[in-house]
């Protein structure tokens, strides 16, 4: 009919729920994926530089042993939103009761001044040593790129460059 309105009553929980939905679906929100044009490959290495946060512990969204090294390319808590958990190299002296930590792209040692741990604080599991550059990953969105690594997970030698990023294999990365 013409000219009639048709109201309805809304719970008042519905009604903040129907407002919300319809302030993200107009404005953007956490609903759209705003990255989604952003390429999947290499990590910024301007990201935020800065302040790195280099060693701040972060969250790798799984569990992993001595012998898996893990990464979370999507953690808020770090500046380059890079967490990662490297493998306790054979040889490694460090505290083991390191846990995972953002980290940031690197070119040399000297680029990771980073946070480490409290010694007078127990449950501070932040890297009890110090930070170098180097390579932790050989497959994936990491593959061949240099990052800061806490010196807990390495051995006597530091970081070494894995055979499959030495020269031009590294173009053969496995994304």
Request: hydrophobic content about 35%; overall charge negative; charged content about 20%.
């Amino acid at each position: 009919m013409p000219g009639m309105v048709v109201t309805a009553r809304l719970d008042p929980r519905a009604r903040v729920g129907l407002v919300f939905l319809l302030t993200a679906i107009s404005c953007g929100s956490s609903f759209t994926n705003s990255d989604a044009t952003a390429p999947d490959d290499a990590i910024d290495a301007d990201a935020d530089a800065d302040t790195p946060n280099v060693g701040a512990t972060c969250d790798i969204l799984t569990d992993a042993g001595p012998s898996q090294g893990v990464y979370n390319a999507e953690a808020l808590e770090c500046a380059s939103r890079v967490c990662v958990k490297p493998i306790v190299q054979p040889g490694a002296t460090g505290s083991f009761g390191t846990t995972a930590f953002c980290t940031t792209p690197c070119n040399q040692d000297s680029d990771c001044d980073g946070q480490t741990r409290d010694p007078t604080n127990p449950r501070d599991s932040r890297c009890a040593t110090s930070f170098a550059c180097g390579i932790l990953f050989v497959k994936g969105r990491l593959c061949c790129q240099k990052l800061c690594i806490c010196r807990d997970f390495l051995g006597p030698s530091g970081p070494a460059t894995p055979v499959a990023c030495q020269g031009d294999a590294a173009a053969s990365c496995v994304q």
